[in-house]
């Protein structure tokens, strides 16, 4: 469950401390000693990433007052501050200066040294606390923009926590309503602030300047928006292949039945693919496809918990001996819909591996063996789907994964993930204990046929090795052990699932993962008569239930040869059966 972009290695530039001081400037604006500039409760500070890991805050960061600072109230505002590069421990200077107008700010960050690996500038906004005491994010995740993004439109009750810019130079326009969280919206529904952020770069000098105004909302009311409630418009430079892909590289369509969305992007390696859900007619969806060198088996996976697929990115040349799909779950930043934690968001890998089979056949060896491969939340997402698509996968890879919902609801004490589950699911486990279950890959294990490889650090602090525990202790109660190969990582996990876990034990999960899929190169086939645990949905080759809820589970016994199935559930349920032998 690393941020979305692993490569930023973040220096703090501000620290969130210091007094607020009168300025006569715009109401809703303050700015405090430290140059924290706050409108309503946003705060807005300014981080300088290089090549690393994730993002970090420096305990030896400083800042101090410039020439004119804070008697000069009218005018400009200096402060000058040093800070330390994680990765390098490099010490660079910078300066901040803030421009105050009638309406508004404008702030600007100079760096006049940046070292060449320096990857990207971003702009943070931090936003009020909920009266829980935990950060409002109605979305439920970081929101990162793409870099070639134009636009970001933040709707009533969603956060931004903060945007990127690309190196390069760039610029990116933010509006919404900053202070919509406040209980009283009566005070606040007109209070919006826009900004507009570009960053230059000249020689080993950058700069970031962000303009912030404040606007009368006037016409937010019916924007579009998805049931996330927040809209990213995404635009590029006409001609600029490498961020609008090219068609030239469009899979052919000859003889193939399908519907080709215009806002496909196309590279020799990689493209971006849009598509329409089975369960939610209407609804767009989007998946990253890496193509290989050759014709290859197909491997689907999924993003971490907070992530999403990052968009499009151009790929000179095909990689890997893999034809890969990555499913942006539903309700992320490319898909629409609303997050429903392993509900249909796993019916959406399913129509995407249907699509891509289609639109991409002649890239793919053998249609029916398929692989699944993912970690952390994608690891929940691999326990989840060989229960709900017993027979799709010929062999799959759960990292670090969540095998019981309610149990990590449980043992999540600062509510990392709790803000998340409590929207997506409907509620806590006490609250809807079914709804948890059926999401959970623990309650499904009776449907296990797939070989499963699954490998967990045993000190990992956010997703507990009790999680793969507990799959594989039921695993073998069932007499289904010979299924799951377990490699448990002793001392291993930290922030990171995998922290401290040495090179030769990382090449080992992989090793692990791959030796998995190249032992099983053929579909795995379903009895023809028994029982299965039908959560929300169960889809196989030969038939598939759905529950009129995806937050229900029922008990299927099935004979297909006497075309009998009894569906049972310990709550009113009704349910639709689909047939596909003959």
């Not at 990433?49 to 400009?76: L, N």
């Not at 906004?125 to 793409?146: E, H, N, T, Y």
């Not at 369509?253 to 329409?276: H, Q």
């Not at 496809?289 to 990052?310: F, Y």
Request: proline share 5%; glycine share 8%; hydrophobic share 35%.
């Amino acid at each position: 469950m690393k941020p979305m972009h692993a490569v930023f290695q973040a220096i703090m530039l501000m620290i969130f401390t210091g007094a607020i001081f009168a300025a006569d400037i715009a109401p809703g604006i303050s700015i405090a000693d430290n140059g924290i500039i706050t409108l309503g409760g946003v705060s807005i500070f300014a981080v300088v990433s290089e090549t690393g890991t994730a993002p970090t805050f420096q305990a030896d960061s400083s800042i101090a007052p410039g020439p004119g600072f804070p008697a000069a109230r009218d005018g400009e505002i200096e402060l000058r501050g040093t800070f330390t590069v994680s990765k390098s421990k490099q010490k660079l200077s910078f300066s901040e200066t803030v421009t105050k107008k009638a309406d508004g700010i404008i702030l600007t960050y100079r760096i006049e040294q940046v070292p060449a690996e320096f990857t990207d500038v971003r702009l943070a906004f931090r936003m009020p606390l909920s009266s829980a005491g935990r950060p409002v994010i109605a979305d439920g995740k970081q929101v990162l923009l793409p870099r070639e993004a134009k636009e970001f439109q933040i709707m009533p009750d969603t956060s931004l926590t903060e945007l990127i810019l690309p190196a390069a130079g760039g610029s990116v326009r933010v509006t919404g309503p900053f202070i919509a969280f406040m209980h009283d919206r009566r005070k606040t529904k007109n209070d919006w602030f826009e900004a507009r952020a570009k960053f230059t770069r000249d020689g080993t000098a950058a700069a970031l300047t962000v303009t912030v105004n404040m606007i009368n909302d006037t016409n937010s009311k019916g924007a579009a928006m998805n049931d996330n409630n927040y809209m990213v418009e995404a635009t590029a430079a006409v001609g600029d292949k490498k961020k609008t892909g090219d068609k030239k590289y469009m899979p052919p369509l000859a003889g193939k039945n399908i519907t080709v969305s215009e806002k496909n992007m196309y590279s020799p390696g990689r493209d971006l693919v849009y598509y329409e859900s089975s369960r939610t007619p209407g609804l767009e969806l989007a998946m990253l496809v890496t193509k290989p060198e050759k014709p290859s088996p197909l491997l689907a996976t999924t993003h971490g918990w907070h992530m999403d697929i990052g968009g499009f990115s151009y790929l000179d040349k095909p990689a890997g001996a893999y034809f890969r799909v990555t499913v942006d779950m539903r309700g992320r930043k490319y898909s629409q819909g609303k997050q429903d934690c392993n509900g249909y968001e796993l019916h959406d890998v399913y129509d995407a591996i249907n699509y891509a089979k289609i639109l991409y056949r002649e890239y793919i060896t053998n249609p029916d063996v398929i692989y699944f491969d993912a970690g952390s939340g994608g690891g929940g997402n691999a326990y989840g789907i060989i229960g709900k698509f017993p027979d799709l996968f010929a062999a799959c890879t759960a990292l670090c994964g969540i095998s019981d919902y309610a149990f990590w609801y449980s043992n999540d004490t600062k509510g990392e993930f709790r803000d998340e589950m409590d929207p997506w699911i409907g509620g806590s486990p006490d609250a809807k204990p079914m709804a948890y279950r059926s999401r959970s890959g623990l309650t499904m294990v009776e449907n296990l046929i797939t070989p499963l490889y699954i490998a967990h650090g045993d000190t990992d602090p956010r997703v507990t090795v009790d999680h793969a525990r507990r799959y594989v202790a039921r695993a073998k109660e069932l007499g289904k052990e010979s299924l799951v190969t377990y490699y448990e990582l002793p001392g291993v996990g930290d922030a990171d699932h995998f922290g401290k876990a040495t090179k030769e034990q990382r090449d080992a999960i992989g090793r692990g993962s791959e030796e998995n899929r190249q032992k099983h190169r053929t579909t795995v086939i379903i009895p023809r008569k028994g029982r299965m645990i039908v959560c929300g949905y169960l889809v196989t080759k030969q038939f598939a239930v759905y529950l009129d809820s995806v937050d229900k589970v029922a008990v299927l016994d099935y004979d297909i040869d006497a075309d009998l199935f009894t569906v049972t559930c310990d709550v009113p349920c009704t349910h639709e059966i689909k047939k596909f032998f003959k």
